[in-house]
Every structure is written in structure tokens, then in C-alpha cells.
């Protein structure tokens, strides 16, 4: 958004034709990018971590007749279980792991259309800026990482640039187009980023900030209530259905989490810079610097952007974004995908400030330099998920139990197992957060030393007909967990690291 009804230069905006030609190019782009990033038809069958797993379940559950908050741990507001409901709706006609794949195309497609949004914004200030901010996100680490499986950033960047899309067409700027309509709209689109991770508050406080200050205070009202009204809507069925226990997954157990530290400031920075791909920086010297050559890059776009009074918006949001991340407890990866678009909107927006007759040539450069820096890779094709020799072991009765509800879903259980009453925490790691995660002084308890949980934990586990276990790192079994674990279980069959595990011993002979 142009921040001011003034700029140095004229922005010559693009036809209609060249419009839809720039936005049709960037998203088959960007989709082939984040496709590419997932496996192709292999990887999207793929185990891919577990927030994945996470997001996808808790919608399964929902439209299983679980209430999230009360039923099953969520520690996100439930906009993006609310997305993926569809997807989860299909289990009833469907495999769980085609609905899953599904639902990852369908997350792929939402990175496509951020793409598009970011080629429509940038659009305003010329058909340079557009190519270079659309061609930056689609080909973007930071963006496909996070747009390439069920994960909440891509919803977030979603409402946030589809909102701003909004706004813009009620601005008196907009022309023979604007209505104030636009401008409920809008606000109610940003309102629903918030419905999909509390971060999604601050963007959109910004954005309301902006217009307060350049389109007046009904404009800014007219945004909020939409912005309200959304909030509301997505979450008072949940707040009513769950009480108190929303509140305190929600907000108390985020805001109480400690601040982890293997993630300090030095890796958030490569994160957003987007460069951790990168292959040919081959030595941790080289991809330090190509770390600050990026973000050196970027800042003196922002200030030209700034001085040249052209989306100091996006300006406004890279600044406040990048503090959010690097203030933040924890992080990880696909995390970055938070400030991209505010990132490569300033960049474009400082592009198409550079004379007219350079540039053509800057803008290559740009797309190229920051291009071979931030792209995502070309990874080498996976093997195939053993999802048929895992589901084979598994017993035709009882209830599965995971340490990974990906697992579930890629094993085609979650569903039969939701069907017959079977138990789904959907978030066991984050149940950490919700019971003994402090102690009685107030300090945090690290997972490892979380009493409360590693009952609850190895109760859940040891519960049912069998376990599949997959995660090396991040469970944060204490020795005593691992070592009952170990005594009351059998590993009958293990591959690609997933291992089943069924009560007690394997009988010989």
C-alpha cells in the first residue's frame, strides 16, 4: 500500500493484459517451486515433521466431532484447522493420506496465490515492480518452506496481503472502484490472520495504524470492526463450546513458553534472509556473509523505499515483523515466511523508484542476485514413505497411538481410529506447555524435567494396540520415559526411522 497520495515519481501501472500475463507466470512459478521443495508425487506422501501432522489432525478431529480446546490440546487459535476442514471432510469418501496430500496441494496453491496478491500490490508503483516482487516470493526458501505442507504461515501471509488487496480498492486513490465496502472487507480478511496465529495481530494493527494515519479515522474504524467481526465469529463457537481452556492454550500457554536457545538472533537473521539453502556458499564464513550481503541489500531498499515515499507500509511491517520473530520465545524455520511478504515488497517497491531508463537492468539484477541467494532449492527425489509395510504391522483392532499424528493420517488410521472413540491428544509435545510447565517459583520447566507430561506422555503411548514412534529429536522423553518405553514395548518392524511398537514381548518360536 502507498502510504501517502504523493510520490516522487509516477508509478505507471500495468495493463490488464500485462497484469494477468505477470500474475499467471508468477503462480505457476511459485507452485512448481513449492512442489518441487515437497518431493514432487513422491514427497507430498511424505513424513514431513510434525506441525504438519498437528494442524491437519485437529481438523480431522473437528469434523470427527472433537471440540479442539476441550477435547484434544491446540495451542493455536483455530483458523487454519478451520481451513483444512474441507480437506478433512474428504477422509468420509477417501484414504486419510489422500486427504492429506490434498490438503498440501491445496496449501501449495494458497503460496501460489500470495504470489499473485504480492504481483497485484506491487503492481501499483508498475509492471517492474510486479515481476520482481512476484518472481522474488514465488521462488523465495523462506515462502516455499512454509507454503509447501499444512502449515499456518502460509494462511497468515494470505489474509495479510489479500487484506491489504482489499483495502486498496476502498481508498479514495482506488477511483471509479472504491466503496467503503472494501474496507470492511478488508479488515475482516486481516482479522481472520489473527484467527490463525496470535502473530497475525500485529500486521494487522499496523495496517489499521497506516490507515489511520493516511486515509483518515473512518477508514481506519470501518477496517477495525471488519477486523473485529472476524475475530468474533471464527472464535466465539470455540471459546463457548471449550471456556477457560481456550483462553489458556491460546494465549497463557503461548505467552508462558521459555525462550529457546538454539535458535538465537544469528539464525532467525538466516532465516529471513532466506539463504540456509543455498549451495554454493560452501563454508559457514561464506553463508554468514551472503546472510548480511542479503539483509545489507534489503535495508538500503528499505530506505530507499522510505525516502521515496513508496510502500513505507511494507517498510513499516519488515521492521515491526523481523521484531516479532527475533523477539519471539521459540522459532523455527518456517517462521521467516512472516516477514517475506513485507520483505520482497520492499524491494520491488525500491526498484521501481530507480530512473526509468535503468531500470530494467536493476531489476534483473535484482531478480537474479537476490534470486540465486533466496531460492529454494533443487532437492534430490525422496524415497517412497513405507506406508503400506507400516499399516501391514499395525493390528486390525484397537486403537494406534502415535508420537507424531502425521503418522496417523499417512497410515491411514486416524480416521478408523477417530470412528471407533479411540483417544487423540493431536498435540502431545505441546500438551507440555498446558500441564507442569512451570514450577511452583514460577520458572519454566524444560520438557525433560516436566513430571506431569511424562506421565501423561507414556500413559498415552503404552495405551493402545500399538505406537508408531518417529521422532528422534523434539520429544523430550526424560531416561526413565525412554527406559519404560523400552521395557513395556516391542519394536516389530522399523523403516525409514518410523518404528512400530506393540505391548509387551514378541513371543519366541
Not at 18 to 25: C, E, F, K, P, R
Not at 296 to 317: D, Q
Not at 439 to 455: E, F, K, M
Amino acid at each position: 500500500m502507498s502510504p501517502a497520495p504523493r510520490t516522487h515519481r509516477t508509478a505507471r501501472r500495468p495493463t490488464r493484459a500485462t497484469g494477468w500475463i505477470v500474475a499467471a507466470g508468477v503462480a505457476v512459478l511459485a507452485f512448481t517451486v513449492r512442489w518441487s521443495l515437497a518431493g514432487g508425487t513422491v514427497g507430498v506422501r511424505d513424513y514431513t515433521g510434525y506441525d504438519d501432522g498437528v494442524y491437519f489432525s485437529s481438523a480431522v478431529a473437528l469434523v470427527h466431532g472433537l471440540v479442539p480446546y476441550r477435547d484434544f490440546t491446540l495451542l493455536h487459535p483455530p483458523g487454519s484447522m478451520l481451513a483444512l476442514t474441507p480437506f478433512a471432510a474428504l477422509t468420509a469418501w477417501t484414504s486419510d493420506s489422500d486427504a492429506l496430500v490434498a490438503a498440501r496441494v491445496g496449501v501449495m496453491l494458497v503460496g501460489a496465490a500470495n504470489a499473485v496478491l504480492v504481483t497485484r500490490i506491487a503492481g501499483r508503483w508498475g509492471t517492474t515492480a510486479a515481476v520482481v516482487g512476484g518472481v522474488l516470493y514465488a521462488v523465495s526458501f523462506a515462502a516455499a518452506w512454509a507454503e509447501r505442507i499444512t502449515l499456518l504461515e502460509p494462511l497468515g501471509s494470505l489474509c495479510l496481503l489479500g487484506g491489504v488487496v482489499l483495502l486498496l480498492r476502498g481508498l479514495p486513490d482506488a477511483g471509479v472502484g472504491a466503496r467503503t465496502g472494501w474496507l470492511w472487507a478488508g479488515g475482516a480478511v486481516l482479522g481472520l490472520g489473527a484467527t490463525v496465529k496470535i502473530w497475525g495481530v500485529v500486521p494487522a494493527l499496523v495496517v489499521i495504524g497506516w490507515l489511520l494515519v493516511t486515509a483518515g479515522w473512518r477508514a481506519a474504524l470501518r477496517a477495525s470492526a471488519g477486523a473485529l467481526g472476524a475475530v468474533v465469529v471464527v472464535l466465539a463457537p470455540f471459546a463457548l463450546a471449550a471456556g477457560s481452556d481456550m483462553f489458556r492454550m491460546v494465549f497463557l500457554d503461548q505467552l508462558g513458553r521459555p525462550r529457546e536457545t538454539d535458535t538465537g538472533v544469528e539464525q532467525r537473521l538466516t532465516w529471513i534472509a532466506g539463504t540456509g539453502s543455498t549451495a554454493w556458499a560452501t563454508t559457514p564464513t561464506a553463508q554468514l556473509a551472503l546472510v548480511w550481503a542479503v539483509l545489507a541489500a534489503v535495508l538500503v531498499a528499505a530506505v530507499v523505499a522510505w525516502a521515496g515515499r513508496r510502500g513505507r507500509l511494507w517498510v513499516a511491517l519488515l521492521v515491526v515483523q523481523t521484531v516479532v520473530l527475533l523477539a519471539s520465545p521459540s522459532a523455527y524455520q518456517q517462521y521467516a515466511a512472516f516477514v517475506t511478504p513485507a520483505l520482497v515488497l520492499v524491494v520491488a517497491a525500491a526498484v521501481s523508484l530507480v530512473p526509468a531508463g535503468g531500470r530494467g537492468l536493476v531489476a534483473a539484477g535484482t531478480c537474479l542476485g537476490l534470486g540465486l541467494a533466496t531460492a529454494a532449492p533443487a532437492l534430490p527425489r525422496p524415497t517412497p514413505f513405507p506406508a503400506a509395510e507400516l499399516r501391514a504391522a499395525l493390528p486390525e483392532e484397537g486403537c494406534v497411538r502415535a508420537d507424531s499424528p502425521a503418522l496417523l493420517a499417512l497410515t491411514d488410521v486416524l480416521s478408523r481410529d477417530l470412528r471407533r472413540g479411540c483417544e487423540l491428544p493431536v498435540d502431545l509435545s505441546g500438551y507440555a506447555y498446558d500441564v507442569g510447565a512451570r514450577d511452583s517459583a514460577g520458572q519454566a520447566v524444560p520438557r525433560d524435567r516436566n513430571a506431569a507430561w511424562q506421565r501423561e506422555a507414556l500413559r498415552y503411548l503404552t495405551s493402545g494396540s500399538a505406537t508408531l514412534m518417529v521422532r528422534t529429536v523434539g520429544n523430550g522423553f526424560d531416561e526413565t520415559t525412554e527406559r519404560t518405553l523400552d521395557d513395556t514395548t516391542t519394536t516389530v518392524l522399523e523403516r525409514r526411522g518410523v518404528r512400530v511398537l506393540v505391548p509387551g514381548e514378541v513371543p519366541v518360536g
